[in-house]
Each structure stands twice: as C-alpha cells, then as structure tokens.
C-alpha cells in the first residue's frame, strides 16, 4: 500500500506533519480530513537513493551557474507572487515565462509538475543543484518550516543584491590585472623590440627595417614573451583548480580572512551569522524544537565553513542550551554570549537571538561599506606594482640606451 506524506493544520491551529497509508491521494486526504486535520502538503514518499550514489554527489553549498543578479531577481519575484496569493505551481508557471536565463525557465517549468503533487518548493529545487546550492535549499527549507516562506525568499533576495552590487566593483582590480599581465608587457617588450631593431638597423642596413626588427624579436620571443604566456597560463589553470566544487570549503575558510581587501572577511562573517540568527530567531517564534531550529537556521547560513561550525554542533537533545551551542561554534564573543544566556534566564529566548541579529546587521552594513574602497585598493596595489615594474623595465632599456648612446657619441665611455 502506498504511503504519503503530509503537512497540515489541526483545529486548535497546530501544525500536523507525518505519514499515512492509504490505496490512493484522495483516499489519504478523506482520512486526514475525517481525523480533523486541514492538509496542506500531500507527497508521495520516494524510495531513498542508494548510499553509494548519495557519497559520490557532491552538491555546492553556495556556488550557482546563475550570477547573483539572477538569484537576486528570480527570489524577489517568487516572495512577490505568493505574498499576492499565489499558489507555487502558479507561482513557478508565472516565473518560467518571466525570467530571462533559460536555465532557470527550464528549470521553473520542472518545478510546476513536482510542487503540483505535493512536494515541497525546497524539494522540488534540490533537484537543480547547479543552479540551487545548499544554502539557498535551506533558506527556503527553513521558511517553508516556519511559514515565513516569502520572507525567507526576500532574504535570499536581499543577499544576491548586495553581492551584485558589491561585484560591480570588481571590474578596478581586473582592469589592474589585465593592464599587468597584457598592456605593461607589451608596451616593455615593444620598446625592447624597437630598441635592439634600431640598433641592428644601424650595424647593417641590409637589413631593412622590418628584417632588423625581426632580429630584435626572435630572442625575445623565447626569453620573455614564451615565459609571460606560460606563467598566464599556469595562473588560468591553478585559478580554474580553485573554482572547482571540491575546494568551496577552503575557498569559503580564505574568505573570512582576506587580508588586501579590509571588510571583506568581517562582512562575510557578519553576513553570515545575520542570517543564522534571523532564521533562528524565526524558527523559535513559530514553536520548533530548539535542536530542529539551530539545525534549519545552520543549514541556511551562506558561507560553507560557518555553516560547518554550526552544524558540528551536537544538535540531538530536544532541549538544546542556545547559549551554550553558541559558545562551542567559537563564533561568538562572550558578551553575545551572555546576551543569549540573559534569554535563557528569563524566557525570552527568541527576543534576545532577533537583539543579536540585528547587532550583526548592523556590523555586515558597516563593513559592506568598508570593503568597497577596499575592492578600490586593491586594484590600485595592482595598478601600482605593475606599472612600477614597467617603468623600471623603460628606464632600463630605453632610457638607458640614450645615455650609452650619448656617452658613446661624446667619446666618454
């Protein structure tokens, strides 16, 4: 016989969630229906994917195909539809036809057909791992379980924005690098070029001009310019090793302490634990389980290794201590900590988490606006190195050429 999972509401307004058997969906709504219970979810149970498969997927935590701006504009219009109403397969038939990237369309239009039989949004998404990371399926999870979905998608919405905007800065430092790594050894290896052609030209003009300047070139070619394309490429491929998914917990750990661009790492940080706590915070005000709360806000978090700290966690006990969780991640400072513990104390545990999270809001917005100029510095530093390393390269082939050549002429060398 069948069995399906449910979620629903009882008459005195509490939530309702488990498994039934039944020969049939209708069969399993009238009998939840009898037994006083408004359903609101109705999913077929899927037999669970075998150990092997499970171990070798690795799903991304926080990387997408999809540039923040995508996320950030695909999220704002989800909460936007069902705060109007909207149920999620109409929801998701409205975004298929709205949104630009194809990928997403196509993945909206999937979404309609798993999300009309029941399942959850979160579910229907965890299929789409490429365009969905972990921490996006928690946010959702974590809304769908408390019922603030839409404002958990104005959240995700939020976040894709800010890093949007922040990544609109970025293009100083490459403009820095492309100028250091294409424009500044050009323009030294053509005055070289010129220089020595010039002067082969003048040991035999036989050669002519364009015949003297290849003389010039060849040794060149394999003296600097075969080793400046090779040192490209050797960066090209360490940087394509380090985007790759396997790494995203090292990259995620570098990120919360990059030391050129100031703010960055205390953003991230900041950012990440504004989330947890928002979504904690939540998830206590609707009634879950200390230890299912800290687990869906953990799950929620963006950055993957303070998401781990979180979740490595003994989360187990129904009545988990908030305060003392708080104090074995080692993300928090004491005196946080004591806020917390002052929650614990006199019962007010959801307000004193939203007193924290706001503190954290209030310190990512400080060093989101400190870590623009510091994008700015950034490429500045490289500009700087570059060009000096360029202006050396002139000084010492053209300029000291003239003065040879004016030593040589004045008969003093």
């Given at each position: 016989m069948p069995t399906f999972r449910f979620e629903g509401v009882t008459p005195q307004?509490?939530?309702?969630?488990?498994s039934i058997q039944a020969e049939s969906r209708d069969e399993a709504m009238r009998r939840l229906s009898d037994g006083?219970?408004?359903?609101?979810?109705?999913?077929?149970?899927?037999?669970p994917v075998a150990p092997s498969v499970q171990a070798t997927e690795r799903r991304p935590w926080?990387?997408?195909?999809?540039?923040?701006?995508?996320?950030?504009?695909?999220?704002?219009?989800?909460?936007?539809?069902?705060?109007?109403?909207?149920?999620?397969?109409?929801?998701?038939?409205h975004l298929s036809q709205s949104v630009r990237n194809r990928a997403l369309a196509q993945a909206c239009r999937s979404m309609v057909h798993e999300v009309s039989t029941g399942q959850r949004i979160s579910e229907a998404m965890g299929r789409f791992p490429k365009l969905f990371p972990e921490y996006v399926i928690g946010t959702v999870r974590a809304g769908e379980a408390a019922g603030y979905l839409p404002d958990a998608m104005t959240e995700l919405a939020d976040y894709n924005e800010r890093w949007h905007r922040l990544r609109i800065w970025y293009w100083i430092p490459k403009l820095a690098l492309w100028n250091a790594v294409l424009i500044a050894p050009f323009i030294a290896i053509s005055t070289k070029v010129f220089l020595d052609g010039l002067a082969a030209y003048g040991e035999d003009e036989n050669l002519g001009v364009s015949g003297a300047l290849g003389k010039a070139f060849k040794p060149l070619f394999w003296k600097f310019i075969m080793p400046l394309w090779a040192?490209?490429?050797?960066?090209?491929v360490v940087w394509s090793f380090a985007l790759r998914s396997?790494?995203?917990p090292l990259r995620a750990r570098a990120a919360l302490g990059l030391p050129i661009?100031?703010?960055?790492?205390?953003?991230?940080?900041?950012n990440s634990l504004r989330a947890f706590l928002n979504h904690l915070e939540r998830l206590y005000e609707a009634g879950l389980a200390p230890s299912t709360a800290w687990d869906l806000a953990a799950g929620a978090v963006p950055n993957q290794y303070v998401a781990s700290r979180l979740r490595a966690i003994q989360t187990g006990d129904r009545n988990l201590n908030v305060a003392e969780a708080a104090r074995q991640t080692g993300l928090f400072s004491e005196d946080l900590i004591g806020v917390l513990n002052t929650g614990v104390s006199t019962g007010d545990v959801p307000g004193m988490i939203g007193r924290m999270a706001r503190y954290?809001?209030?310190?990512?917005?400080?060093?989101?606006?400190?870590?623009?100029?510091?994008?700015?510095?950034?490429?500045?530093?490289?500009?700087?190195?570059?060009?000096?390393?360029?202006m050396i390269g002139l000084a010492n082939n053209y300029f000291g050429r003239i003065f040879d050549a004016v030593e040589e002429f004045m008969g003093t060398r």
């Open positions: 307004g509490k939530k309702a969630q488990g006083g219970v408004m359903v609101q979810i109705l999913s077929d149970t899927v037999a926080a990387d997408s195909v999809l540039s923040h701006k995508d996320l950030s504009l695909f999220f704002a219009q989800f909460s936007a539809t069902i705060k109007a109403g909207m149920g999620a397969a109409q929801a998701l038939t040192a490209v490429l050797f960066a090209w396997a790494l995203e661009i100031f703010g960055y790492g205390r953003y991230t940080l900041a954290y809001e209030e310190e990512a917005g400080n060093q989101y606006a400190m870590t623009k100029p510091g994008v700015l510095r950034l490429g500045l530093l490289i500009l700087l190195i570059s060009s000096g390393i360029g």
